[in-house]
């Protein structure tokens, strides 16, 4: 069996490393201090770390506790306020109309499951509010430099245009990368990157 996301992160050193993800550090013109943020499956914190230290107020919410613990560590490093929340995303009681941004980087749902938590991440930003979103492309399967090893876990644009059909799209591209985010994230792959603001 694989580990579980708290037994992969209860770990001294950060699994995808402290850096925060690049597509979301280029999204850093939509960004200003005050603004509110949820960091969706934050893992230990190096996405919504990232949006803390450009003076945004985050929540950072994941499912494993060991990787909440590794975010506050890594805030208090670089003296940053975060927020944070252990909970089962399925289950999470989302807010609505409550974030200027929700970054969701590298999260991978199952087909039974990923309708209900892409409508939870677009009803959770407020009006003007944007969805910066990354993820491995069906393709990334031929690369093995990271993600699920299955499919129906993997976004195509096409599959996140019509998921997010009722927001803007401002940038929506299937991109070949090198990644340089920690041990599990290494090499050529092929991700899927979305923009998207609620009207």
């Known amino acids: 069996m694989p580990p579980t996301w708290n037994e992969r992160f209860a770990t001294e050193g950060y699994v995808y490393g402290t850096e925060p993800n690049g597509f979301l550090v280029s999204c850093a013109d939509v960004l200003a201090p005050g603004m509110t943020a949820l960091a969706v499956a934050d893992g230990e914190g190096r996405n919504g770390v990232w949006l ?8 950072s919410v994941d499912g494993a ?4 613990i590794k975010a506050r560590r890594l805030a208090e490093r670089h ?7 252990v909970a089962d995303l399925r289950q999470w009681a989302w807010p609505v109309a409550a974030f200027d941004i929700v970054a969701a980087l590298y ?6 499951d990923r309708p209900a938590m ?5 009803a ?17 399967l031929a690369y093995g430099t990271g993600g699920p090893p299955v499919e129906e876990m993997l976004y ?18 299937e991109v070949e990368i090198d990644l340089f985010e920690g041990r599990l994230h290494c090499g050529p792959a ?10």
Request: hydrophobic share 45%; net charge negative; glycine share 6%.
């Open 107 to 112: 999260i991978h749902f199952f087909p039974a």
């Open 156 to 173: 195509s644009a096409d599959m996140l245009r019509g998921d997010f059909a009722d927001l803007e799209i401002e940038a929506l591209d």
């Open 118 to 122: 892409h409508a939870a991440m677009a």
């Open 52 to 59: 803390a230290r450009q003076g945004l107020d985050v929540l």
């Open 190 to 199: 092929k991700v899927t990157r979305l923009r998207a603001c609620r009207p």
């Open 79 to 85: 003296g940053v306020a975060l927020r944070t929340e």
């Open 65 to 68: 506790e060991n990787g909440i």
């Open 124 to 140: 959770a930003l407020k009006p003007d509010g944007r969805l910066v979103m990354e993820a491995f492309h069906p393709d990334q």
